[in-house]
């Protein structure tokens, strides 16, 4: 069997990493990978290669920086080159990026099947470009791999039982990533305090509205006065800061740093503030109580068990809910996203 694998975004090369280090286990299947090149810089993208042993890509597209129609339009015509000279029975997409979009619709006109992992998330939010990726994404994959029962119970809601489609839930791979890669993390280079908060702020829903990046790092500002705040910075947010003269005195900011870096900055930390789909899961796999800085999440569950506090970006909210979460016991027993056997479940279902 023959697979492609679409990846292009920092939180894909970590989905991908479960899904080739299971494909290894098996000499029948040839897995081509296909970097589209939207992220690019060295700790955003080649750093998870090397540090992961991620299988190199066979292609990278070096399309980025565009407008979302742009970036869009050129990922289709490159990766529909692609499928035509590979010929894979499978094309496999991560997400709810503008790579995942590409990817299954160049794959879904040339009549290839299509494996969406992360399928049936919703955050019911139609001006994210996540949500409409993600839908859009689901409706044309031949299997959808949910992480959790909400995605599941979505796409049930949706009337995709209607449709020809394997709904299999699968687990999260990220939580496959996160137990295997645990043992290895990496103290980064720069000096951490014993009690800090990790942050990371990247989501157009935050970063393009200047009132509500303003006042999340208001709070941050004040927050930092009790406690430290590492904040490795998104070079989307880190340009529009700079853009907006935004003042960032006294938060410990700092560039992205690699998965292993991050997954030390997790296991060290007292909370996580963040607006990042993953980073929200991985606070929970760490036993970290989360913050989440945005209207709403798809991780609903992480809310509804009490391990996250959404707070939107409203200063006064985030301040307080970090003195909350900051001091809450929580019991981390729960098994919300499958513990760890999600890539080996969508690999054996590839091959049935
Ligand atoms: C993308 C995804 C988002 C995901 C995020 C993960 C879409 C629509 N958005 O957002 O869902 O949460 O990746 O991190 O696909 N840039 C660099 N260097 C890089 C990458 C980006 O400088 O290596 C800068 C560029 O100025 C670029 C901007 O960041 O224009 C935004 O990058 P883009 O890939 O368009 O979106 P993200 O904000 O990264
Ligand atoms: N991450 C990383 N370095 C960082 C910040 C995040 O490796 O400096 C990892 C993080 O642990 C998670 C993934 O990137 O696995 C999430 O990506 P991001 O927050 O960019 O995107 P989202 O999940 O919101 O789509």
Redesign the pocket.
Known sequence: MKIITIVG???QFIKAAAISREIEKYSDIEEIIVHTG????KN??EIFFEEMKIPRPKYNLGI??LS?GA?TGRMLEKIEEIILDEKPDFVVVF?????TLAGALAAKKLHVKIAHVEAGLRSLNMKM??EV?RILTDRISDILFCPTDKAVENLNSEGFRNFETRIVKSGDVMQDTAMFYSKFAKKPEFEISEKYILATI???EN?DVPERLKSIFSAFKEISKTIDIVLPL???TK?IIENLGLKTHGIKIVDPVSYLEVVYLLKNANLVMTD??GVQKEAFFFQKPCVTLRDETEWVELIENGYNLIVGANSQKIISASLEMLNKEIDYSRNLYGGGTAAEKIVKELLK
């Open positions: 975004a920092r939180p939207q992220h690019y810089d955003m993208s980025n920086s979302h970036m997400g709810d990026t503008n790579s470009p996540e990726n990247h989501r157009a970063t998104h070079p989307r340009k990042s789909g």
